[in-house]
């Protein structure tokens, strides 16, 4: 089992940046480095988004409304994948969760809020 925990979320202006942290617990290095990552959002009213994918070889996709302003990283030794948001604007305001998927293993954080004022 595999828990994730996001943090780094927080109240900014537009135009600011964040970083996401996803912590996983319960598996060492060597398994969450097998893992794909991803990033996800969730705006009140809304379906859940995928925003951004990172491959257990360090491939990456971006949902293209995010591409060039977010960067999704993973460091393995850490247990650790990050989501850098530059440039935020109010529209990317929502809860923002990570998700650690193999074959037919799919975990999920709790959520990290992230507001962005204009």
């Known amino acids: ?29 060597s398994i ?8 996800y959002r969730q705006a009140p009213g809304k379906q859940r988004e995928w925003l951004a994918r990172i491959t257990s070889s360090g491939r990456t996709n971006y949902l293209d409304s995010v591409k060039g302003r977010f ?22 305001t929502a809860v923002y969760y990570c998700n650690a998927q193999l074959l037919q293993y799919d975990y999920w954080g709790q959520g990290t809020q992230v507001t962005v004022s204009s």
């Open 1 to 29: 089992q595999v828990q994730l925990v996001e943090s780094g979320g927080g109240l900014v202006q537009a135009g600011g940046s964040l970083r996401l942290s996803c912590a996983a617990s319960g598996t060492s290095g």
């Open 32 to 39: 969450f480095s097998i893992y794909a990552m991803g990033w």
């Open 71 to 92: 960067t999704i990283s993973r460091d393995n030794a850490k247990n650790t994948a990050y989501l850098q948001m530059n440039s935020l604007k109010p529209e990317d």
